[in-house]
Antibody
Framework: EVQLVESGGGLVQPGRSLRLSCTAS????????MSWFRQAPGKGLEWVGF??????????EYAASVKGRFTISRDDSKSIAYLQMNSLKTEDTAVYYC????????WGQGTLVTVSS | DIVMTQTPLSLSVTPGQPASISCKSS???????????LYWYLQKPGQSPQLLIY???SRFSGVPDRFSGSGSGTDFTLKISRVEAEDVGVYYC?????????FGQGTKVEIK
């Protein structure tokens, strides 16, 4: 059974950093791209970025709203994807979800990030 | 970015009756590989989104056959043949042909 578990969310001040983790199980992690999405309170879904599998270069793509501030990485030996968030803004407040692949067939339960002073 | 427009934004349905949601994209979602990268998700209250339909009309694993997707190019439809109480939530379409993937605004479905 495919499982994705996000962790690392919490309350952080504007301008500070936070790292989210997505721990995967139930599939061969290294064979898949991993994506991050987010949902601000009461709002719709927004794609944040994704990382390709090593077979496709392990390269990353980001939404314009986070490019230059957020970095996605992966540790295939541990089946974990990371979302490093720097220079956080109040508008980054959201539930963050990781998904397997870009078509998002499998989602984690999400982790809440609140950016507030 | 590709703009995805859903209608209606809310829907109240009697159990057992059909429901239909439209999704229109600002550009064709037909890829040169022959696939059309249009997805439908349902987010039930308090839950993570779940994939219902991929590539316009293919049901994801475990999705009941009362859900069906159709369309081509820029116009797509999600149909529920007979709505059940467990189908309440917000339905989103998403395009995956061009980065960034973009979603429709969401259609909230409630039961009468």
């Amino acid at each position: 059974e495919v499982q994705l578990v996000e962790s690392g969310g919490g309350l952080v001040q504007p301008g500070r950093s936070l790292r989210l983790s997505c721990t995967a199980s139930g599939f061969t992690f290294g064979d898949y791209a991993m994506s991050w999405f987010r949902q601000a309170p009461g709002k719709g879904l927004e794609w944040v970025g994704f990382i390709r599998s090593k077979a496709y270069g392990g390269t990353t793509e980001y939404a314009a709203s986070v490019k230059g501030r957020f970095t996605i990485s992966r540790d295939d030996s541990k089946s974990i994807a990371y979302l490093q968030m720097n220079s956080l803004k109040t508008e980054d407040t959201a539930v963050y979800y990781c998904t397997r692949d870009l078509n998002a067939g499998y989602w984690g339960q999400g982790t809440l990030v609140t950016v507030s002073s | 970015d590709i703009v995805m427009t859903q209608t209606p934004l809310s829907l109240s349905v009697t159990p057992g009756q059909p429901a239909s949601i439209s999704c229109k994209s600002s550009q064709s979602l037909l890829h040169s590989d022959g696939k059309t990268y249009l997805y439908w998700y349902l987010q039930k209250p308090g839950q993570s989104p779940q994939l219902l339909i991929y590539e316009v009309s293919s049901r994801f694993s475990g999705v009941p056959d009362r859900f069906s997707g159709s369309g081509s190019g820029t116009d797509f439809t999600l149909k529920i043949s007979r709505v059940e109480a467990e189908d309440v939530g917000v339905y989103y379409c998403m395009q995956g042909i061009h980065l960034p993937p973009t979603f429709g605004q969401g259609t909230k479905v409630e039961i009468k």
